[in-house]
């Protein structure tokens, strides 16, 4: 179910998050969603906004496709389009846990630990870290077969 900001509220307390930009949705991603699942509550997928995506990559699929993708799958309960960052999310959700991949431990963005501090959001790493939507796209931009392991 996609989700209006002004819906977020509703939740405070009740989900998981995860957040990203999903462009190139891939299978790193589905355990991303099925591990943040069985930490046992509803899971509440942050989708980034196109200008994200565009800071790392140029865009593949606009925001409302890549939602759609999300939300599409089983282990994800709810998606929100974000217009924002994802702190103003945190700070407006607060969800009961805030779901990363391994990747981001020390490296997390300071607003959002600040915001994850001081509304208690425990943060939790995943380690579900099976692929880099931007690596697979470079390497499809070199020429090599990204779907080949």
Avoid at 48 to 55: F, H, K, L, S, T
Avoid at 68 to 97: I, K, M
Wanted: glycine share 8%.
């Amino acid at each position: 179910m996609i989700l209006s900001t002004d819906d977020l509220a509703e939740y405070r307390g009740r989900v998981t998050m995860v957040d990203g930009g999903f462009d190139l949705l891939h299978p790193g991603h589905v355990a991303y969603f099925e591990a943040a699942a069985a930490l046992g509550l509803p899971v509440l997928c942050n989708v980034a906004p196109d200008d994200w995506v565009a800071r790392k990559h140029p865009p593949l699929m606009g925001q409302r496709d890549r939602g759609a993708l999300v939300d599409a799958l089983r282990s994800v309960d709810y998606t929100h389009l974000a217009s924002g960052t994802t702190e103003s999310v945190l700070r407006r959700l607060v969800p009961r846990y805030y779901a990363k991949g391994t990747d981001w431990r020390g490296r997390l963005p300071a607003a959002e630990t600040t915001a994850c501090e001081e509304l208690g959001i425990e943060v939790v790493f995943l380690d579900t870290v099976l692929h880099s939507s931007t690596a697979l796209l470079e390497r499809y931009a070199l020429g090599d077969d990204p779907g080949r392991d």
